[in-house]
């Protein structure tokens, strides 16, 4: 039977980023089953920097609000920005005329979530919240004790009415599962662990031209992804310089809020071969095959409850990981059972360094022991065709 189905995403393609990804994945497997599907999202802003020169697919079905956007790390833009995306959501779903069946939402935290469950909840609509990242704790464990203390009291009632009147809370992992059930107080029936996944088939049938290019006769250690403030690109640099490797290059792959500012933190370091290169949409597994080691750099924390998009990447394109974050977060478990590659300490430049030399000490053999065993777990693991299964599952069976 039909459905009709109101997609809610603060990100949409062409944006080049995840949850845009995962949305119009959801929107095609949707209208494949005959479902009506109604797309809602900004205009296209992420990563910043980044030249959206192609448009949106043919034949879909998405309106871009006139909602404000702020792609840069200016937290008091950012909040604006969810504010005014909420409640262009909020007067939208008040003027539809007839009642969509299911609102999915993958939406900036904390209050356009809030203003879509509250327009579902007064419409009668069931609604299914996809949780990406942590809210407050992600903006309190940034803040001084004493203020994270006040931001939690006057934000933490907003996410618990999210979550607590949505009809099913969608997260990225079960340790981020476990966490909220015990600090939200959901019940077990209601949440539903779906990994982001990555589309395998790119990775998987790209084929390197067989020409070597300039300076890949170079150990190339590679970041590909959002060069923003969670990645902590700076330590990655800082690690490289004092590795003091001559026959050997770091490259940082992607756009982002940060990017000139990490510019500029390499020129301090003029005796490096340290790279920055643009990745057109599309191109991620060609950039990565010119990489030897991929490098997966997180502060402190930010690994706790859910695995970046760019591990399963990493891994689809049968590479070595040097993952610099939290060991006992499921990043490093996923690393560790798919024995993959290297884990150190976080935000440690020595650490980082004493990793890099580790691993041009290795064989090549070796580097591409732990590329396979990271390409088939992938498989295993983190393969569209799988988690999105699970997605469409829950909302079809919700609506």
């Known amino acids: 039977m039909s459905k009709r189905v109101l997609l809610i995403s603060a990100v949409f393609p062409p944006e080049p980023v995840v949850s845009a990804t995962l949305a119009m994945d959801l929107y095609r497997e949707l209208t494949s089953q005959g479902h009506q599907v109604q797309v809602l999202c900004p205009r296209p802003s992420r990563p910043m920097g980044f030249a959206f020169s192609d448009g949106v697919a043919a034949n879909v079905n998405v309106c871009h609000l006139p909602s404000y956007f702020a ?117 077990e029936e209601k949440m539903v662990t779906v990994i982001n996944w990555q589309d395998e088939s790119p990775f998987i049938s790209y084929r390197p031209a067989g020409e070597a290019l300039p300076g890949e006769e170079k150990l190339t250690f590679m970041y590909c992804g959002n060069v923003g403030p969670v990645a902590g690109i700076d330590v990655l640099i800082d690690g490289f310089a004092q590795a003091g490797m001559v026959q050997a290059r770091l490259v940082i792959a992607g756009s982002g809020s940060y990017r000139d500012a990490y510019v500029a933190h390499a020129r301090k370091y003029p005796g490096c071969d340290i790279q920055f290169w643009d990745v057109p949409a599309g191109k991620v597994p060609e950039m990565q095959s010119r990489a030897d080691v991929m490098l997966l750099p997180l502060r402190k924390g930010a690994a706790a409850s859910s695995i970046p998009s760019k591990l399963p990447a990493y891994m689809f394109s049968a590479k070595a990981v040097l ?52 390409r088939q777990y992938a498989l295993a693991h983190f393969t569209r065709s799988k988690n999105l299964r699970v997605l469409m599952d829950t909302l079809i069976n919700l609506a």
Not at 81 to 90: P, V
Not at 123 to 152: C, F, T
Not at 156 to 182: G, H, Q
Not at 325 to 347: F, K, M, N, W, Y
């Open 323 to 374: 993952a610099a974050l939290d060991g006992d977060s499921d990043t490093a478990g996923a690393i560790r059972a798919a024995d993959c590659g290297v884990i150190c300490p976080p935000e440690s430049p020595e650490a980082i360094a004493e990793a890099m030399c580790r691993i041009a000490q290795s064989p090549r053999e070796q580097l591409d022991r732990w590329g396979h065993n990271g």
């Open 71 to 187: 792609p840069g790390p200016n937290p008091l833009k950012r909040l604006w920005e969810s504010i005014s995306f909420g409640w262009h959501c909020y007067r939208f779903i008040k003027a539809a005329q007839a009642k969509y069946d299911l609102v999915y939402l993958n939406s900036w935290p904390l209050f356009s979530q809030a203003f879509i469950v509250k327009a579902c909840v007064q419409g009668g609509m069931p609604s299914a919240v996809h949780v990406q990242d942590m809210y407050p704790e992600s903006l309190i464990n940034k803040l001084p004790s004493w203020l994270g203390r006040l931001v939690s009291v006057l934000l933490m009632p907003i996410d618990r009415y999210v979550l607590s009147r949505a009809n099913r809370v969608i997260v990225i992992s079960a340790k981020m599962k476990d966490y909220l059930r015990a600090t939200r107080h959901l019940p």
